[in-house]
């Protein structure tokens, strides 16, 4: 009689990649929306905002509806799940840092600021020229990183949801992780529209952990695929430069 081998995998705790993606990405949509709509969260009556504010607003939306968009259409991975532990600090990262945490203070009225909060609360409020100037630096940011995200999807399309290849086109012929650049260049923008503390710490954490998955992808990339990686002499983040 043959004794029976009984192979047990231990991953942990798992939650679909998919649906942590779309769930995360609706924390600052709702804390925006609340703190921009609902001014009596301080202790105030309707009031009009600035115009840098509701340029701010409006980024905020319309970056996170996209990162719902290419949640649902867009992206690829290899992996189904990740660990809750994982998740945890991601959610962290986009419903307290993204959502509460930059949505409270960018929308206060400018006569909230006094001498004692001015450095706790004030937003910029810039000359109209300049909110659009930045903004289409902005939207230059935001096209940029949803093209990156439809050539890596592209990749893994017609049931080859596991191959793994070395992209190239708009990006990555200068670097091995554009997607992430150009996150870093609109969140960049929008920390020099707003001019807020908040702003600065999200995009000071964001790119930091965005900067190791890069050098980690490109590690990988020269492992994986050597001199015909190597040879195309691209950068790990910042084009032409590092």
């Known amino acids: 009689m ?9 991953k942990g705790s798992q939650i679909l990649i ?14 925006h929306s609340l703190f921009y709509y609902f ?8 009031f009009a905002h600035t115009q840098t504010q509701k340029f701010a607003f409006w980024m905020v939306i319309l970056h996170f509806v996209k990162r719902e968009y290419e ?9 189904s799940s990740m660990p809750v532990f994982s998740a945890s600090k991601s959610l962290l990262h986009y419903w307290g840092t993204a959502g509460i945490l930059l949505g409270y203070f960018l929308y206060v009225p400018t006569t909230y600021y006094s001498n004692s ?11 109209s020229w300049l909110n659009y100037g930045i903004f289409a630096t902005w939207a ?15 990749i893994r399309r017609g049931g080859n949801e596991k191959k793994y290849a070395i992209p190239f ?10 997607h992430y650049f150009f996150e870093s260049l609109g969140w960049l923008t929008f920390s020099l529209l707003v001019g807020h503390w908040s702003a600065w710490f999200f995009f000071i954490t964001g790119t930091g952990q965005m900067v190791i998955w890069a050098v980690q992808k490109h590690n990988w990339y020269q492992q994986n695929f050597g001199d015909e990686f190597i040879k195309s002499n691209r950068k790990i983040y910042i084009p032409y430069i590092i």
């Open 169 to 178: 086109g708009y990006g990555f012929d200068q670097v091995s992780c554009p």
């Open 2 to 10: 043959k004794k029976a081998s009984i192979r047990i995998n231990i």
């Open 140 to 154: 230059f940011a935001e096209f940029s990183n949803f093209k990156t995200h439809r050539i890596l999807a592209k």
């Open 39 to 46: 001014s009596g969260i301080y202790g105030y009556g309707p």
């Open 117 to 127: 909060n001015s450095y706790l609360f004030k937003v910029n409020n810039l000359p």
């Open 18 to 31: 998919h649906t942590m993606g779309l769930v995360e990405y609706f924390g600052p949509i709702l804390f």
């Open 71 to 79: 949640c649902l259409f867009v992206h690829k991975s290899s992996k």
